[in-house]
């Protein structure tokens, strides 16, 4: 049961199409549905809203804007600066405005572009270079260091700065974002939402409406994807869906048009990163100092943690002995960024990486002897263990797993064969780069580390589970089901598993920071234990040998419990935000990445020849659900640092808001070659069965194609050519970096 590779429990349904999301659920009689009118600017203030023409559409029953609202008008997460609708001021191109109600999807679409507005324009800042000029910043600047970076870095023998950025990216879940909402009685509401978060959705809710929690109850089955794009953005829709209904106390469905969503709702920020490092002959670093910028957007939504997040894996596998830390939380005109798979983790990566990467390639070094160099460890000597946030790297596997990966891709042999293969090419040149992945596990908000769970076991043996996460593809629904069908010793079909339900099990967190499984897996773990030992206690006081559904029917004529929640807190864990110290991850999972890559330096056309991956998954509960989060969450990664680019025009409006000219990964750019190894050891600490959280960590073998990418710029261009590619590295930025051949060539 654990260890097995299980399909998911939805697969039959998912390609069958009877897997039912959102909009796939039966409407109820008299169902409204629901479409945002959008800010025509960037910045300015809302005069006047034209409401007269939507309302006189056909079909449209209710056109309402934040005048509407009886509570509290707000969308996000903790700070109270994300309006459901406008009221005075508008922050991005796209904002809503108005939020009109009809009887079709498409008469509201229809009619929502019929509303107008009067608006005071102000100036908008729109890029990270704005806001840090103007110093606008939807939270202060962070400092965190360690020992004397100033010092260091003037004693040390060598020394670079630079600069380099890293692009944004749109989560691109195949379900847009969506929630329905039905009236209960006395004053209640139930709410189908497609969200990460039933919890937080339930407060925003009630906020919203000026009740209680527990007037509203959110349900979510499954999402289209989430990515993390849907921890706090589902708000928007799930607070429309309610003040429709409560405005009309009809149902009200409102789910976002693919255009619509990319308007509307955050994304990856994308950060600029200043550094100045110094190091010796080897390509040791002695001293390094950072600035890390990132587009916020116009409030802070999950800015703080994300960034945070990225202060927190600034170092990856590396020990920075002596390090300095500037964050910017930049606020910019622009829709206000959020999680996404590796929540800043990734942009911490990318900054180190690159750093790495620039060392190496100034001292003509193989810059996979300058990131062996860098590692934490060895665990005797002085202390190269102790994180720059003062947390001990207790399970270093790093230096081994890159070794054996270093074997297993046959890197040495296939980095001369690329030499060789430059040598020979003209116009195509190959590149080769081998990546490692550290990454924090745990929110690093320690109060969200919490999970609870339901396990109801029916007279007839069936067993019926809730829990508090949701799942979105990644097979939690799937690993809790075998965890708990292995705690009471039953084949999975014995078990079947209840849609997340706030009113099922309450104050969840959210389902993110990859540790949905480490949660909610042992809050249900713990719970079946319970009922096994009663049923063990009662086999034993009657001295019973019954199979299962035997007993337990003679349990329950026994008046034996036979259902029990169950409750986890992630032990061990603590750090103070203030300063940044302390332990904030129960643990790191790690992994690593070599890929090869062509380049046909006259146009930038690039793919992959092939990549090698090595992933620490601890002890897999599912090595088949654990070989999808690797193989999806790499070509994620590639997509963000290669061909996923947000544009916005100079007006501020995201002119890249439909797939036509957004370009996500398609299984054509999948490598032929792709070879998915797991690491596998027991976790040092004691997750369930000794496993490890694998949802966010493989995204970052994206780098090991981007540093490839720059390995043969360098061979093509040079190693200052390399300098210059900065991600997302489309084929247009492969040629800028590559020297402009196509345009100095034309002109
Ligand atoms: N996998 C699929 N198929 N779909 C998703 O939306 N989200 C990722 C990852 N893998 C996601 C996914 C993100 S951002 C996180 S935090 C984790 O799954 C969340 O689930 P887990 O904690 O159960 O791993
Ligand atoms: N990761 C993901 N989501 C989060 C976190 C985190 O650390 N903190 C709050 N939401
Ligand atoms: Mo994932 S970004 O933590 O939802």
């Known amino acids: 049961m654990i260890g097995t590779p299980l399909p998911h429990e939805s697969a039959s349904l998912h390609v069958s199409g009877s897997a039912p999301y959102l909009d796939d659920l039966p409407e109820l009689k008299g169902t409204l549905h629901g479409a945002f009118a959008l800010a025509p600017v960037a910045h300015g203030r809302l005069k006047s809203l034209h409401l007269d023409a939507a309302r006189a559409y056909p079909g449209v029953v209710a056109v309402l804007t934040a005048a509407d609202i009886p509570g509290r008008n707000n969308a996000g997460p903790s700070v109270v600066d994300d309006p459901v609708l406008v009221s005075d001021l508008i922050s991005f191109h796209g904002q809503a405005l108005a939020l009109v109600l009809a009887d079709t999807f498409d008469g509201a679409r229809r009619a929502a572009r019929l509303v107008t507005s009067e608006v005071e324009a102000f100036p908008a800042l729109l890029t990270v270079d704005d806001a840090k000029a103007a110093e606008s910043w939807v939270l202060p600047p962070v400092e965190v260091s360690r020992g004397d970076a100033d010092s260091a870095l003037s004693a040390a023998p060598h020394r670079l700065s630079g600069t380099t950025r890293v692009g944004g990216q749109e989560h691109f879940y195949l379900e847009t974002q969506g929630a329905s909402a039905v009236p209960r009685e006395g004053g209640g509401m139930h709410v189908h939402s497609s969200t990460q978060h039933p919890t937080e959705m339930q407060h925003l809710v009630a906020q919203l409406l000026g009740w209680e929690a527990h007037q509203v109850s959110v349900e979510c089955r499954r999402m289209g994807g989430g990515f993390g794009g849907k921890e706090s953005q589902s708000g928007q829709v799930a607070c429309a869906a309610a ?21 509307l709702t955050g994304k990856r920020h994308d950060f600029l990163v200043e550094y100045d490092v110094g190091f010796d002959d080897d390509g040791k670093i002695l001293g390094v100092r ?15 943690p994300v960034n945070d997040r990225a202060v927190f894996h600034l ?34 990566l990318f900054a180190i990486e690159s750093v790495v990467d620039a060392v190496a390639r100034n001292r003509g070094l193989d810059p996979l002897d300058v990131r062996k160099i860098n590692f934490y460890g060895p665990s005797e000597g002085p202390d190269r263990n102790t994180t720059h946030y003062g947390m001990r790297v207790e399970d270093n596997i790093a230096p081994a797993l890159v070794d054996q990966l270093e074997t297993t891709s046959d890197y040495r042999r296939r980095r001369q064969a690329i030499a060789a293969f430059n040598a020979s090419h003209r116009f195509l040149k190959r590149g080769i780069a081998l990546t490692p992945v550290k990454f924090g596990i745990s929110f690093t908000a320690t109060f969200y580390n919490q999970a609870g769970a339901l396990v109801h076991v029916y ?50 967190s959210a389902t993110a920071a990859s540790s949905g499984t480490d949660l909610n897996g042992m809050a249900a773990r713990l719970a079946a234990r319970d009922i096994k030992k009663r049923l063990d206690a009662f086999a034993a006081s009657e001295n019973l040998d019954l199979g299962w559904d035997e007993l337990v029917g003679r349990a329950y004529k026994a008046r034996i419990k036979l259902w029990e929640s169950g409750f986890y807190a992630t032990p061990k864990i603590h750090y103070d935000p ?18 090869e890559v062509e380049v046909d330096t006259l146009t930038g056309e690039n793919h992959i020849v092939r990549a090698d991956i090595l992933h620490d998954v601890g002890r897999s509960l599912n090595p088949a659900i654990d070989r999808g989060q690797i193989e999806g969450g790499f070509l994620q990664g590639t997509g963000w640092l290669t061909t996923e680019e947000l544009w916005w025009t100079p ?27 797991f690491w596998e050891t027991d976790n040092i600490e004691e997750t369930v069965h000794r496993s490890k959280a694998v949802g966010e960590p493989p995204l970052m073998h994206g780098l090991a194609v981007f540093f490839a990418l720059k390995d043969a710029v360098a061979s093509a261009s040079g190693p200052d050519a390399a300098l210059n590619l900065v991600a997302p590295a489309t084929p247009e930025a492969l040629l800028r970096a590559l020297g402009g051949l196509v345009q100095e060539q034309r002109s």
């Open 243 to 263: 003040l429709g209904t409560w405005k009309t106390g009809r149902p009200v469905k409102v789910r976002l048009d693919r255009d619509d969503d990319m308007a």
């Open 290 to 304: 950072f600035t890390l910028a990132s587009r916020c957007g116009f409030s802070p939504d999950l800015s703080g």
């Open 315 to 348: 170092d990856n596998a590396y020990f920075l002995d002596a390090v300095a830390i500037r964050s910017l939380r930049c606020r910019t005109n622009t829709v206000s960024n959020t999680a996404f798979r590796g929540f800043g983790g990734p942009q911490g």
């Open 459 to 508: 007279a007839d043996g069936s067993v019926l589970v809730t829990h508090g996460g949701t799942e979105m593809g990644q097979g939690l629904y799937t690993k809790v089901r075998q965890i708990v069908a292995h705690e009471l010793g039953l084949d999975c079909e014995r078990v079947r598993l209840l849609p997340t339900d706030t009113s099922r099990v309450p104050n969840t």
């Open 578 to 595: 203030k300063t940044m110290q302390g332990r904030p991850f129960f643990y790191f999972a790690y992994g690593a990445c070599c890929a």
């Open 651 to 677: 007006e501020g409006r995201l002119w890249t808001h439909a797939p036509s000219t957004y370009k996500i990964p398609a299984a054509s750019d999948c490598p032929a070659d792709l070879r998915v190894d």
